[in-house]
């Protein structure tokens, strides 16, 4: 007991700490509540400032961590539950049935070719429609389907059953049910990641009213060349190819009605898309309405640079107003008042518009129900040591990456170790 870590997270935050922990010994155990490991990066055509493709980088370490000897996977599973103190923690799993008998699916794909029923996909950003039983992207790990039990017809209305007639490894069960395992831990690592703002609740950014104004992580979508597109710039309307695009910073972040802080990485990535953006359609005009550049990081002033210079990304300080539907109700009308002491408005079409959404911690207040942890004001695991910045309020417990503050993919990472070694000292009876 006295060896094993609990990860809750399997983004690359927890799957960076669960391998440092695996290499030095420990027994992990790592909980996702998707059906694959990976989180958002899994999403991302590419990483700033060198632009490396993304799955290039995670996708080893997503194989590592499925076949190191030393860490467990429960996938589609959640936190039910932590009780005790440090370094006698019990821990509750609830792992949902798939429905899938796992040892037996060899993600050949037959099942999903079958399956009549179309849904949103959700890892396409609902771009387009995957199965109902599905396989969350081509590099999943692990590789074994999962049956959406709320749009299977079979376990809804008890008739098709398609997938089990065309299965030959015979893994389909439509009798499977949660189950809810028990766990001694010395440690418990939290690292849950976050989700995107719902920006329609935001009706001055034309999102769901506008055809052609997309999400940043949609926007990603189109551009990775496993993505809905094929990795063709082409806006939703009319599928042609845009030649003006505008990205739109801080929405939703840095308000004090909505989330008054910033979400650290969306000038960046907004950056990075642009780039892409050229690359992809050569001539085309990106836009980028900032209130504040904050290129803080190693290359990244040097990235902006880059994106002006070479590319042609042209930024604006201001804060767009509004966005509305253009002339033939393709394309999208943008008004903002330009930064400066006379405030001029001005309004602008493009023909995409790009949110650039804030991001919210994921979970963070169910878990710290579960867990008796307490959370600052913008929804962060409040984390009040200052020698120890990853230390939550309960001893034993820890916390990394977006769970505890904005950060990108690299500082997730640097926490993600730091808060494995920080757990192998409380362990040993280290500094506390």
Known sequence: MGSRVVVVGGGIAGIQAALDLGDMGFEVHLVEKTPSIGGHMAQLDKTFPTNDCSMCILSPKMIMCADHPNITLHTYSELEGVEGDFPKFKVKIREKARYIDVSKCTGCGDCIAKCP?????????ELNQRKAIYLPFPQAVPRKVTIDASNCRMI????CGVCKKVCKAGAVDFDQKDKVIELDAAAVIIATGYEMMDVSTLPQFGYGICKDV?????FERILCASGPTGGHLTRPSDDAEPKTVAFIQCVGSRDTKTHPYCSSVCCMYATKEAILAAEHCPGIKSTIFYMDMRAVGKGFQEFVIRAKKSHGVRYVHSRPAKLQPGKDGNGVLVTYEKWGDKGETVAEEYDMAVLCPALEPRSNLGISEK???????DGFFLTPEM????????KGIVVCGFACSPMDIPDSVTQASSVAARVAELIAGGEC
Do not use: A, G, I
């Open 117 to 125: 029923v179309k849904v949103p996909n959700e890892f396409e950003e």
């Open 214 to 218: 997309v999400t940043s992580m949609q």
């Open 387 to 394: 020698r120890h910045p990853t230390d939550s309020t309960k």
């Open 371 to 377: 867990l008796d942890m307490k959370l600052d004001s």
């Open 156 to 159: 809804t209305n008890k008739k």
